[in-house]
């Protein structure tokens, strides 16, 4: 088989990144194809792969100021040509999904999400997002173009893997589509349980409205807990601000393994889609306290690898952590469960998928 992979944007370094990254290393041989590619941001990350970029990276500011031209992303993603490919496999939580495959080549989709802002998030994106107030009252327009296109691009997938069920029910609800479920990769290899347990929770990811670090800062200003948040994002700023000395931030180039393995116990306030980070923390055999939702339901075991608290709101967060005792929790168990998700297990089951699904198509034309 020859295989093409599509990414929407090559400038940051996340979760999806990382599922990218263990394709590319299931498939080395496959071009990526992606709307920008900015190496100040992402270093040598990707630097012997075979890039092909779109339009956008070229258009003034393309590369740095890339969402001006979140209305040109449709006709961008279209313009690839995969002629000569028997797989394209989309790794998308936006545009990716939009492609336009000839009628012998199979389209995979990888979804992360429907694309939050125009579905899950319609109506709390507009308020939430920090532009200029005349192009806040333009938004809905715009998000009304782009989600009618996101429906039709949906159809031009072949067939759909969810990265957990809590995304696949979200297929269903927007695209009326069925999805396989297979878990994004985690490299549990990476990290190691210590013994040596520190005084501080920790938490990680990307600073946005939506990853609640505002709730765990509110819930730990309170109970003047050392936290610390690895990561970086359009919200550190704002975060900064409203911290108590208490609340360490330690950007993103940081030994991960390292903070993790001695903290006390990872926060997880927000709903995820999976969730990689809790995952990398068990795999320091080191709990979790989430809320209950989204693709936490399905990574943590309550009473065995973690606790859930039922209101996200600051209040909750700060009464499970009074309530929580580390000593209750085994990190051998904890660390056993978190090799379910391992890079291994996740290729695996990605190629066998993608064979069995490909050598369908061949024979029938259709999956």
Not at 336 to 355: G, M, P, S, W
């Amino acid at each position: 088989m020859r295989i093409a992979l599509v990414h929407e944007y090559l400038n940051q370094l996340g979760g999806a990144e990382r599922v990218l990254e263990a394709l590319h290393e299931l498939y080395p041989e496959a071009p990526v194809f992606t709307l920008v590619h900015d190496t100040r941001r992402v270093g040598e990350t990707f630097r012997d792969w075979k890039i092909q970029s779109s339009i956008i990276e070229r258009l003034p500011g393309g590369k740095r100021f890339y969402k001006w031209y979140l209305l040109a992303m449709p006709a961008a993603i279209e313009s690839f040509n995969f002629n000569g490919f028997d797989v394209v496999i989309s790794d998308a939580s936006a545009f990716a999904k939009g492609i336009i495959v000839p009628p012998g080549t199979l389209h995979i989709c990888y979804c992360h999400t429907p694309t939050r802002y125009l579905w899950s998030d319609a109506h709390t994106y507009p308020n939430e997002v920090r532009v200029p107030k005349l192009v806040k009252k333009l938004l809905p327009f715009a998000l009304n173009y782009l989600r009618n296109w996101d429906r039709q691009a949906a159809d031009r997938v072949d067939v759909f893997i969810a990265n957990s069920k809590f995304v696949a029910q979200r297929i269903h609800k927007y695209y009326r589509r069925e999805a396989e479920v297979i878990y994004p990769p985690v490299d549990t290899d990476k990290f190691q349980i210590s013994p040596d347990i520190g005084n501080y929770y920790v938490m990680m990811g990307r600073l946005r409205p939506y990853k609640k670090f505002d709730l765990a800062i509110q819930a730990f200003n309170a109970l003047n807990i050392p936290l610390k948040i690895i990561g970086t994002g359009e919200e550190e700023e704002y975060l900064r601000k409203i911290a108590r000395p208490n609340i360490e931030f330690l950007g993103y180039h940081v030994n991960r393994g390292e903070i993790l393995k001695h903290a006390i116990a990872f926060i997880n306030p927000q709903v995820e889609d999976f969730g990689i980070a809790p995952v990398e923390a068990m795999a320091c055999g080191r709990p979790v306290i989430a809320f209950r939702a989204g693709g936490a339901k399905e990574t943590v075991v309550e009473g065995e690898t973690g606790m859930f608290f039922d209101e996200q709101i600051w209040e909750a967060l700060a009464d499970t952590v009074v309530r929580f005792k580390a000593k209750s929790f085994d990190s051998q168990k904890i660390r056993a469960h978190a090799l379910l998700f391992d890079r291994k297990v996740f290729q695996a089951k990605i190629d066998e998928f993608t064979k069995k699904t490909y050598q369908t198509f061949k024979q029938t034309g259709r999956v």
